[in-house]
């Protein structure tokens, strides 16, 4: 089965948004990275009431990444940003 992947963008930083659209699945592991032309930190996780900060998520510099070994559905992860309009790219690596 061929690799699911895409690009998630914060347009306002400080308002949180689901990594992938609900019922986008993995079954495996997943792999999340902060694009290299971002300027601020990205921000991942869930504070368990759908929602992310600076104060809660797990935080990405440019080019850094986190590997989730199984997530489920792909939107119960939340990211933020601290600039405008970063992104993330995220690939799902497991078999779905």
Known sequence: MAAISGVT??????TE???????TRANG????????????FMYIGNA???????TTG?????GD???FSY???LSSIMVDSSVNNEKVCWLILGVM
């Open 65 to 67: 990444q986190i590997i």
């Open 29 to 40: 592991p997943v792999a999340i990275r902060a694009l290299t032309a971002n300027t601020g």
């Open 58 to 62: 797990y935080q990405l510099d440019a």
């Open 9 to 14: 963008n914060v347009a306002t930083a400080g």
């Open 71 to 73: 997530v489920g559905d």
């Open 48 to 54: 368990g009431d759908g929602t992310v900060a600076s």
């Open 17 to 23: 948004v689901v990594l992938a659209a609900a019922g």
